[in-house]
């Protein structure tokens, strides 16, 4: 209600309450949580789309990271511009990420936590995988949306080649909400896709066969046993406890050390090593001697016992105990659907959801692609036209006053088949082939008869789905990198509680 200074008079409370809720699902659905489509956040998915913008394609040469920061946030994304450059220094840090998105030229951080060098010193371009997520995307594929201020339009949702929820996972912690995803490895989301595309009524059970739990970009070793994972993985919610896979180096005589080559995810080797050392010097951990880190490329943090007799299980067990070299990750799946509004779902709705937004990509590539078809038959039935009466054609072209006119009255020429004829010089009018034309109109035609049934053939769909993941699983199976598993399944036992104290007690 107004008073006679035309201010509004109202509940404080109730202001309060409505503001708060829209901010909370600005932040929900503009921040925080991925789209189950596409595993991005907005900020990615900007971020993509302007070095897409750019043509910063993985076969082309980088730019600056300060030029693609500034396209984002002048273009699409008005925010603070060192948050823009960690989205986008993340995405490209092979330790941080399992399938890298962004192609790095320079420092841009490393395992110790070191930071990256400012924007104005990196490069960056796009990446295989980030070229798979934006496949199609001129053809229709997606909606699009203006952008904040009105000049120009960007992507609601990427096409999604790549199933890069799963693959890469996600975090973000909204109000209210949250969500932790853990990557997973792409040729194991395949083969579960493939199993999801042919039986929708699958149980989660028999997915864990293909895709047994979560593959991170340190590997280390995953210590949860099936039941765990599988309670995790139907609810939505749950926990991977993550360790750092070790070695134990026979120095003769009795003498051993151990040598760890894998941190747990997201575990700054630097820190990590500080609580070691921290732990030696306050003599809270009585069975290490030493730490030492050999780590160059890849990393070797050597271990050394206190004396011969300490058992190595023993020692490792305390150090799981005490440090990071064993940590939780929180799995909670709680992403946007399709109606951009969060849901926590399992591992199959995640795959489904997959599923269901290709579908969706294929029939609209597909229409699409019938439409340009249909467009370019016209035109070659209009040159068929043209190589028949081409001295009359190009005699009109020069002599008459409205030679579009008189090529329609005289020819029958539809408007688009006039305007191509129009827009072509005479010289290249004069090298149509009426072979090569016959040609070009009979491999479309064969097209769109395809393009026809598949359009109208769920099994014909099902069929291109399937060729889809395969091609996936071709291009990364070999990998060494990408395609090979990094993180080790298995339930290792911890030392029991009596030995572990004995153990203790006698150092």
Do not use: W
């Amino acid at each position: 209600m107004k008073n006679k200074d035309n201010i509004l008079n109202a509940s404080l409370a109730n202001e309060f309450s409505q503001k708060y809720l829209a901010y909370a699902l600005s932040t929900i659905t503009h921040r925080a949580l991925p789209d189950v489509r596409d595993g991005l956040k907005p900020v990615h998915r900007r971020l993509l789309y302007a070095m897409y913008l750019l043509n910063l394609g993985s076969k082309l040469q980088p730019k600056k990271s300060a030029r693609v920061v500034g396209d984002v946030i002048g273009k699409f994304h008005p925010h603070g511009d060192q948050s823009v450059y960690d989205a986008l220094v993340r995405l490209a840090q092979d330790f941080s990420i399992r399938y890298p998105l962004v192609n790095g030229q320079g420092n841009f951080g490393n395992i110790d936590g070191d930071n990256a060098a400012a924007m104005r010193y990196t490069e960056a371009k796009l990446t295989e995988i980030s070229e798979l997520l934006l496949e199609n995307i001129d053809e229709e594929t997606v909606d699009f949306k203006s952008t904040y201020d009105g000049d120009l339009q960007e992507p609601l949702v990427f096409p999604a080649k790549f199933p890069n929820l799963l693959a890469n996972g996600a975090s973000g912690i909204a109000v209210g909400m949250a969500t932790s995803i853990p990557p997973h490895n792409i040729v194991e989301i395949c083969e579960a896709l493939k199993i999801v595309n042919h039986d929708k009524n699958v149980s989660i059970k028999e997915l864990l066969k293909v895709l047994p739990g979560p593959d991170f970009p340190t590997g280390g070793m995953l210590n949860n046993n099936k039941s765990e994972i599988l309670r995790a993985y139907t609810s939505g919610k749950g926990f991977f406890e993550l360790r750092s896979s070790y070695k134990i180096e026979d120095l003769g005589r009795g003498q051993y050390q151990i040598s760890i080559n894998e941190i747990p995810y997201q575990v700054s080797k630097s820190t990590l090593i500080e609580k070691i050392a921290d732990l030696i010097i306050s003599k809270k951990n009585k069975l290490i001697d030493n730490v030492i880190d050999e780590s160059d490329q890849l990393v070797r943090i050597v271990i050394r016992p206190k004396n011969r007799n300490v058992k190595p299980e023993v020692l490792m067990e305390s150090l799981f105990r005490q440090t990071d070299l064993q940590v939780r990750i929180p799995l909670n799946m709680n992403v946007l659907n399709s109606k951009l509004q969060p849901k926590v779902m399992s591992i199959k709705e995640v795959l489904l959801n997959f599923l269901v937004h290709r579908y969706e990509v294929l029939v609209r590539k597909s229409e699409f692609r019938l439409k340009n078809i249909k467009n370019r038959i016209e035109i070659l039935i209009g040159f068929i036209k043209v190589y028949h009466n081409l001295d009359k054609i190009i005699k009109i072209i020069r002599n008459a006053e409205d030679p579009k006119l008189q090529l329609i009255k005289k020819f029958k020429f539809t408007q688009n088949q006039v305007n191509a004829i129009l827009d072509m010089r005479l010289r290249n009018l004069r090298k149509l082939e009426e072979k090569e034309i016959k040609q070009e109109y009979k491999d479309l035609l064969s097209e769109k008869n395809f393009l026809t049934k598949l359009l109208s053939s769920k099994s014909l769909q099902k069929k291109e789905i399937d060729n889809e993941i395969d091609f996936l699983i071709k291009k990364f199976k070999d990998d060494p990198l990408l395609g090979k598993r990094r993180t080790q399944l298995a339930k290792f036992g911890s030392v029991d509680e009596e030995t572990f104290d004995n153990e203790i007690k006698s150092d």
